[in-house]
T-cell receptor, first 119, second 113 residues
């Protein structure tokens, strides 16, 4: 079974600052996907960024980037130039690759980090 | 908008009653997942459909929980004889072959009195 740990229940930064959210995971799988999802207050969960474990290059999406350390089983999210609209719960999630019989397992989520961007 | 809708958005029921939730993904989404999210926790996977076939249901929380996707389009999640511990947000997510992203609906918040 897989586990995902987010050790920061809540973080608060000033607008325009850079913030890093931590995530570690445990798995015996070699092929898998990692995700960061954002859940704004009372709104739908949306995908922020994804990383395929076989790719060494860290994924980036505009102001969002990850630091993927496969050996350390670490997958942190960096938000640059933070904006008020970034205020939300952020969830780190794991999924086994389809080829390993995953996908049908669904996503395994961490408990989330509540990120507050202060004006 | 993720293209996944859920109804109702809120449901208040009395303990012992049965409830049914509906999820409508867009037609391209042949994969469909149900999750439960309790306060302060991340979503917890319940069950998975590929088209109309329910390929994973061992994670349903008890035999009071059941799900269907009769024509491979919309899906329903039913909870029989609800208990106060069933109070939670129930999320539906959908995706399609060759894509690992799941698109989430807004959820149905269940309150059992």
């Amino acid at each position: 079974a897989q586990t995902v740990t987010q050790s920061q229940p809540e973080m608060s930064v000033q607008e325009a600052e850079t913030v890093t959210l931590s995530c570690t995971y445990d798995t015996s799988e070699n092929n898998y996907y990692l995700f960061w999802y954002k859940q704004p207050p009372s709104r739908q969960m949306i995908l922020v960024i994804r990383q395929e474990a076989y790719k060494q290059q860290n994924a980036t999406e505009n102001r969002f980037s990850v630091n993927f350390q496969k050996a350390a089983k670490s997958f942190s999210l960096k938000i640059s130039d933070s904006q008020l609209g970034d205020t939300a719960m952020y969830f780190c999630a794991f999924m086994r690759s389809w080829g390993s019989g995953g996908g049908a397992d669904g996503l395994t989520f961490g408990k989330g980090t509540h990120l507050i961007i202060q004006p | 908008d993720t293209g996944v809708s859920q109804n109702p958005r809120h449901k208040i029921t009395k303990r012992g009653q049965n409830v049914t939730f509906r999820c409508d993904p867009i037609s391209e989404h042949n994969r469909l997942y149900w999750y439960r999210q309790t306060l302060g926790q991340g979503p917890e996977f319940l069950t998975y459909f590929q088209n109309e076939a329910q390929l994973e249901k061992s994670r349903l929380l008890s035999d009071r929980f059941s799900a269907e996707r009769p024509k491979g389009s919309f899906s329903t999640l039913e909870i029989q004889r609800t208990e106060q511990g069933d109070s939670a947000m129930y999320l539906c997510a959908a995706g399609r072959d060759s894509y690992n992203e799941q698109f989430f609906g807004p959820g149905t918040r269940l309150t059992v009195l």
